[in-house]
């Protein structure tokens, strides 16, 4: 079992850069893979980004592709999210989430969630 808690969120201005960061309890890290989900008010969660065991893998949803960068540093049983050149669209709830399959429907540990809002 993993938990996970984020941090880094907040309020920003249009084009500016923010990271946040996912830390992990637990031995096992390196054991899951790593992704981050967006929601914003009155919409689904969506998919952002994703990240595999070792971070030689990752993908993104089209609408982040070349702006947001996800890493992790499994000696510091983290993960993270570089946000850059961000829009007032990127406003959400993010969640980071860890799942032992690379590729999951759906992710089995979700953190609690850190808001980012971008102003215009």
């Known amino acids: 079992q993993v938990q996970l808690v984020e941090s880094g969120g907040g309020l920003v201005q249009a084009g500016d850069s923010l990271r946040l960061s996912c830390a992990a309890s637990?031995?096992?890290?390196?054991?899951?893979?790593l992704g981050w989900f967006r929601q914003a008010p009155g919409k689904e969660r969506e998919f952002v980004a994703a990240?595999?065991?070792?971070?030689?893998?990752?993908y993104y949803a089209d609408s982040v592709k070349g702006r947001f960068t996800i890493s992790r540093d499994n000696a510091k049983n983290t993960v993270y999210l570089q946000m850059n050149s961000l829009r007032p669209e990127d406003t959400a709830v993010y969640y980071c989430a860890a799942d032992i399959k690379w590729g999951a429907q759906e992710y089995d540990y979700w953190g609690q969630g850190t808001q980012v809002t971008v102003s215009s």
């Open positions: 637990g031995r096992t890290f390196s054991s899951y893979c």
């Open positions: 990240i595999n065991w070792s971070g030689g893998s990752t």
